[in-house]
């Protein structure tokens, strides 16, 4: 049977993080599919949090390319450098914005968004092959709980 995802009551996200790994880790164990592991993991994130936007962007022909998402439309072609998920590609380090208007040439695919955190997925060799994209609508909604924890996410991806 698989994990249910939801909500987690305790107020402590350090905790609802050590709850979630472990379910996301027996959810993704045996699958080989990029594209399910990516969608269930933007599932899962999203009822565990109750995060405004999650979603993929995969490196292909030196951009990126909108992949699994779980939220409102989104923009579907980034270059390399631009905005949020691009400097995080480009920079090959997570980046959490407290506030995406103060963000130098932030992308904006929601009027909604707020803040922002970006984890780039790193192959063994070094090359970016993806990011992983979070927004909230609340300020400062991201800190380094998120990023250590979401960068524990990525890993899990990173095994194949």
């Not at 993991?41 to 109750?50: I, K, N």
């Not at 009027?111 to 090359?127: M, N």
Request: aromatic share 8%; charged share 25%.
């Amino acid at each position: 049977m698989e994990p249910t995802f939801t909500q987690s009551s305790a107020t402590d996200k350090a905790e609802r993080y050590c709850s979630f790994l472990p379910q996301l880790t027996a959810l993704l164990e045996g699958e080989t599919d990029l594209i399910a592991r990516l969608a269930n993991t933007c599932a899962a994130l999203r009822e565990a949090f109750g995060f405004f936007w999650v979603g993929f962007y995969l490196v292909k022909n030196d951009e990126l390319v909108l992949g699994p998402f779980q939220g409102s439309v989104a923009c579907m072609h980034i270059k390399k450098g631009r905005g949020v998920c691009g400097t995080a590609w480009a920079e090959r380090r997570t980046l959490v914005v407290p506030d995406v208007d103060q963000f130098p040439g932030h992308i904006a695919c929601s009027s909604l968004s707020r803040s922002e955190i970006v984890v780039p997925l790193i192959h063994q060799d070094g090359t970016v092959w993806g990011v992983l994209d979070i927004d909230s609508e609340r300020l400062e909604a991201f800190d380094d709980t998120d990023r250590e924890n979401l960068e524990k996410v990525a890993q899990l991806l990173n095994e194949e």
